[in-house]
């Protein structure tokens, strides 16, 4: 037996020790008893970042490294036509152009903190191989080439230092097979030499074997170990039957460690891959259908070209990025906002504008986001997010009638807020759910403040709540107004004498 492999069964049995001896158990019944944070239920916002090799060449999207060795794809053409034939310019002669030479953590972390996000989740190894981290389960780590920086260590100093959490990302599962286009042809992904880089690259239609599985969960663990992330984010494919009881050691472990830290965690994962309610269900550039009863998350990107940065982006705007925000946080979500640096470490100016105006915007009326809960609606108004995954290709342009709800309650009082996603020309804005005619808002209304702008003359109708506004916009997207309402006075009681 090889060092290796008896080191490797030694770390094994003692995630199994772990994941057996905590509060949780690796089965679904014992990891369903699960809950969600406060803190994450709260946050609504945080930043996810695709940063890694695929930045060099900055072309088509973040598959580059699958797609440049598919035969037809604008990729592999672009590739030949760029860099030569992939015998001799393979994915791994990137490494060394990825160069981070302007990669400042503290600088990232700020620009994050003032776009108004809670936690931060770098990708630390996505499906191309190349690890983010200082691994030692590979030599293909930022650590010991390109950069030559741990960067998710580095970045995660910085998120803490800006009293952000930090996350972290694993795209490891479909490493099985993403490579595999280059053994079709002659490339260097045939070269033994590289094989731990672009292994295994086997067929798609087939399953993970046992090797795979426990390095995916070994690689997962000393992400766990090493950094402490309290958000832990898996891409697809992990839904695939084989990987089911390592997902259940791996929560387990996770969980249990976590509790032994003092530390409330979340793992967000896709499709059926968890048993409901075992973890956080995220929907990648998607929505809900309305409020979910458990929170959830939108994972989705400032851009609709690439999760990573190429030329030539499709920018979304501002007004559409808040309208998402909102929405989300509407229907119990959470929003998961990616950028992509560029390879030389920079956040690309476009980028950090967006984030900026979103933060400016959060100046403003994060009170309607930030630690608030579903109404009794989400929402009213024509335009409207259809339901499922990948529903952003096409750009949103809001109108005045388009709203979004949110409420809370604290010492202070009753509050709903009514997000109005775009400024009535007339300078009235107009909120039918909140019409006595409605029957949504049955309490009187003691107040109602415009956000930015104070207290504000209104009058409620059975048709809508019609509210007057500054004449100065107080944000540069739509307008929030908060409704304060006259709490109920408890009954009193009359006791029946016998």
Wanted: charged share 20%; net charge negative; aromatic share 12%.
């Amino acid at each position: 037996m090889s060092a290796a492999v008896s080191a490797d069964d030694a770390e094994l049995a003692r995630i199994r020790a772990v994941a057996t001896a905590g509060p949780f158990q690796p089965e679904w019944p014992s990891l369903q008893t699960y809950e969600s944070p406060r803190w994450y239920a709260d946050a609504k916002f945080g930043i996810f970042i695709h940063w890694g090799v695929y930045s060099v060449p900055a072309f088509g999207n973040e598959w580059y490294a699958r797609n440049m060795y598919k035969q037809g794809t604008p990729e592999f053409d672009h590739h030949v036509a760029t860099y030569g034939p992939q015998t001799g310019f393979g994915y791994k002669d990137f490494v060394p152009q990825f160069t981070a030479e302007h990669f400042d953590p503290q600088q990232w972390a700020a620009t994050f903190r003032r776009a108004g996000a809670q936690f931060v989740v770098p990708v630390a190894e996505h499906h191309d191989g190349f690890a983010m981290y200082d691994t030692a389960r590979s030599r293909w780590k930022s650590s010991a080439m390109g950069p030559g920086r741990d960067v998710l260590g580095d970045l995660g100093a910085a998120v803490r230092d800006q009293h952000m959490v930090l996350g972290a990302s694993s795209h490891r599962a479909e490493h099985w097979w993403f490579m595999n286009g280059g053994n079709l042809f002659d490339s260097d992904v045939r070269d033994p030499a590289f094989a731990d880089l672009y292994g295994p690259a086997m067929r798609e239609e087939t399953a993970p074997n046992q090797q795979h599985l426990e390095d995916w969960l070994l690689r997962t663990v000393e992400i766990i170990d090493g950094y402490r992330p309290q958000v832990l984010w898996f891409d697809w494919w992990i839904e695939q039957p084989a990987f089911e009881p390592y997902l259940r050691l791996l929560a387990a472990y996770y969980y249990n460690e976590a509790a032994r830290w003092g530390r409330e965690v979340v793992i967000n994962y896709k499709w059926e891959a968890f048993a409901p309610g075992s973890a956080v269900y995220d929907i990648e550039r998607g929505a809900m259908p309305g409020i979910h009863p458990q929170v959830w998350q939108n994972d989705t990107s400032v851009s609709r070209t690439s999760w990573s940065f190429v030329e030539g982006h499709e920018y979304k705007g501002v007004a559409e990025l808040v309208g998402e925000l909102v929405d989300v946080v509407a229907k119990n979500g959470v929003l998961l906002l990616n950028i992509g640096p560029k390879a030389d470490g920079t956040i690309p100016a476009a980028e950090v504008e967006l984030l900026h105006g979103i933060g400016d915007w959060l100046d403003v009326n994060g009170e309607a986001v930030y630690g608030t809960r579903p109404w009794t609606i989400p929402s009213e108004g024509p335009t409207e997010f259809a339901a499922g995954s990948f529903v952003d290709a096409t750009a949103r342009e809001y109108g005045s009638r388009d709203v979004r709800f949110t409420a809370r309650s604290n010492t202070t009082g009753s509050y709903v807020y009514a997000t109005v996603l775009a400024w009535p020309e007339d300078g009235t804005a107009r909120i039918r759910a909140f019409g006595r005619a409605s029957g949504l808002l049955p309490l009187e209304i003691a107040d109602v403040t415009v956000l930015g702008a104070g207290e504000t003359t209104s009058r409620r109708t059975g048709d809508a709540l019609e509210v007057d506004l500054p004449a100065e916009r107080p944000s540069g997207v739509g307008v929030v107004v908060r409704v304060r309402v006259v709490e109920p006075v408890a009954v009193r009681r009359t006791d029946q004498w016998h």
